[in-house]
């Protein structure tokens, strides 16, 4: 069963991905410590861009030769697909917990 991710919405290729990658418990670990390598690498759009691209690079890979993956990049076309959100979204999941950003002037306690 797909995992749900919370607060965030995941285009098909993405959640497709994602959830190959859950599904797959060395992938997830290789995926787990990538992010854990490069989440202190630079503030955190600087990461998300790099992880984006290992993202891709890893979904062009699978595409070949996973079914489903496959199925998907030929309904999507040759184009690139935005992979910005399951960055994110694994940066959240699995990188170092990041602290809460703090009051501005105004906000509510």
Aim: proline share 10%; aromatic share 6%.
């Amino acid at each position: 069963m797909p995992e749900q991710v919370a607060g965030m919405s995941l285009n098909r290729i993405e959640q497709r991905l994602f959830d190959y990658i859950l599904g797959h418990p060395e992938e997830r670990q290789y995926w787990q410590g990538k992010v854990q390598s490069i989440a202190g690498a630079g503030d955190l759009h600087t990461v998300a861009t790099r992880l984006e691209v290992e993202l891709w690079r890893y979904q062009e890979e699978r595409s070949a030769v996973v079914p489903q993956l496959r199925d998907d990049a030929r309904r999507e076309g040759p184009g690139r697909t935005s992979l910005r959100n399951l960055a994110e979204h694994c940066l959240r999941q699995w990188g170092p917990p990041r602290p809460p950003p703090s009051a501005q002037p105004g906000d509510r306690p």
